[in-house]
C-alpha cells in the first residue's frame, strides 16, 4: 500500500485564505459602516492586524491609536472616493463580532462581484484578527496571466 502524499493532494488552507474566502457580508449603506467602525473601535482593538495589499503582511498587530487613525482616514477615503450614497465595497464576516474585514480600493473595483466571468480584483485592505500571509503569492493568478507568462518563458 502506498502511502505518499500526492503533489496534487489538496493542502489544508492557511485561516487567513479560509476567512478571505469564506461567507461575508456586505456592508451596503454609509450608516452601517459607520456602526462597523463603532463596533471595532469601541472593542478589544489591541488585536488587530491592517494589511495593505502589495505591502509584506505584517508580522504583530497594529496599536491601538493606528487602528483609529486608519479606520479614520479610510473612513473619509471610501466616503470621497466612492462617489455613490451606498457603500457596498467593504465586506464583513460578522456585523456584530466581526474579525475580518475585507475594504475595496474605490479606484480599482474592477468588477468586485466577478460576474464579468474574471474573478474580483482583490481588495486594498482587509482588518483582521488573523494575522495575514501575502495575499497576492497565495491567491493564483488568472489562467490566462498564466498561460501568457508560461508563452514568454517557454
Not at 76 to 86: A, I, V
Request: hydrophobic share 35%; with cysteine; net charge negative.
Amino acid at each position: 500500500m502506498n502511502t505518499a502524499v500526492s503533489e496534487t493532494s489538496p493542502q489544508p488552507e492557511h485561516p487567513f485564505i479560509e476567512k478571505y474566502q469564506g461567507r461575508l457580508a456586505g456592508i451596503l449603506r454609509w450608516e452601517q459602516l459607520d456602526e462597523l467602525w463603532q463596533t471595532i473601535q469601541s472593542g478589544s482593538t489591541h488585536d488587530w492586524f491592517i494589511y495593505h495589499i502589495g505591502e509584506p503582511p505584517p508580522a504583530i498587530p497594529c496599536k491601538q491609536e493606528k487602528l483609529h487613525l486608519f479606520i479614520d482616514e479610510i473612513d473619509k477615503l471610501l466616503k470621497h472616493d466612492h462617489e455613490h450614497d451606498y457603500c457596498g465595497i467593504v465586506y464583513t464576516d460578522s456585523k456584530d463580532a466581526p474579525e475580518f474585514i475585507k475594504i475595496y480600493d474605490p479606484n480599482n473595483l474592477g468588477h468586485v462581484c466577478g460576474s464579468s466571468g474574471a474573478p474580483p480584483p482583490l481588495p486594498g485592505w482587509i482588518l483582521s484578527k488573523i494575522q495575514p500571509i501575502d495575499l497576492e503569492a497565495a491567491i493564483a493568478p488568472p489562467g490566462n496571466r498564466r498561460r501568457w507568462w508560461q508563452k514568454i518563458f517557454s
